[in-house]
């Protein structure tokens, strides 16, 4: 029915220049389509029962909840007070991400994702650290340097600390007592522990730092639509992942504005589209 208005107006016409090229019109837009679209795998290796156990400002819960969203896994979601952690009291591991499969526990993004990645993508081999690839070079990237100049930018003033606490406190899992304790109290000591890692991470500028790893990210993928080419690879939906929380705070907002990252990162919310979450 998308294209029956089309049609419609090539009623009258006739000849088959008009029927080859309404074909042209219909298989370049269908083509246009196909390029952002998620990737489901075949139905009989999705996991059945897939609860992920979070903070919804983490970034490295939103790098998990980006690959399960694009490959369109079904998961529930536990959110966990991170004062009390009691929705995690039954595990030895004591922080989040924390994703149950089956039954099976699972921890630690990037291996959460790779363990993820031999179950449902099987020709998909992971590669050791002597024989990296493009992909998982740009992986380790997003662990080792780009998660490091997230938190600086968040909390760079005391405004922002109190927007990145309200979002924190709107979208956690607080008691009323908690959200106003967390949200003054937690911003207030953010803002000085971003310092500390300011000196730590040899920050100087914490928003020339984050535009230079936006900027190194965009000459990465090279004019390419994603690093993977015609559609996201790993690297991709982590990058993606872990700046979907910032994306609207102030922080974010500075960043498409002063980098070039815009156009990638539209793309990327195309492609990965509506979150795939059970619904409570």
């Known amino acids: 029915h998308w294209f029956s208005p089309l049609l419609n107006s090539f009623s009258k016409s006739s000849g088959q220049a008009v029927s080859l090229g309404l074909v042209g019109v219909v298989a370049s837009v269908a083509t246009a389509a196909s390029v952002y679209a998620k990737e489901p795998p075949p139905a009989e290796i999705i996991p059945k029962d897939v609860v992920l156990y979070q903070y919804e400002a983490c970034p490295f819960c939103n790098k998990v909840k980006a690959f399960l969203d694009y490959y369109d896994i079904p998961y529930k979601v536990v959110e966990v007070n991170p004062i009390s952690k009691k929705e995690i009291k039954w595990s030895d591991y004591k922080k989040v991400p924390i994703l149950m499969v089956d039954g ?3 921890v630690d993004s990037s291996a959460i994702i790779d363990q993820l990645s ?3 993508l099987p020709g998909k081999a992971i590669i050791s650290v002597a024989d990296e690839d493009e992909e998982t070079k740009w992986r380790r ?7 490091h100049v997230l938190s600086p930018n968040i909390y760079r003033n005391t405004s922002e600390a109190l927007e990145s606490f309200d979002y924190i406190t709107s979208n956690g899992n607080f008691s009323f007592t908690e959200k106003i304790t967390v949200k003054y109290a937690g911003a207030a000591a953010m803002y000085f522990v971003s310092k ?11 928003r020339a730092a984050l535009y230079e790893a936006t900027e190194t990210w965009v000459d990465a993928l090279n004019g390419r639509n994603f690093l993977g080419g015609s559609k996201p690879n790993l690297a991709d939906l982590a990058v993606f992942g872990v700046l979907r929380p910032i994306r609207y705070l102030r922080s974010g907002r500075d960043m498409v504005e002063h980098t070039r990252i ?3 990162y539209s793309r990327m919310e195309k492609v990965v589209g509506e979150s795939s979450r059970i619904k409570a």
């Open 104 to 106: 099976q526990q699972l």
């Open 196 to 206: 500390n890692l300011k000196k730590k991470y040899n920050i100087t500028d914490e």
């Open 141 to 147: 990237w997003v662990d080792n340097h780009l998660v």
């Open 118 to 120: 031999e179950k449902i």
């Open 262 to 264: 815009g156009e990638w």
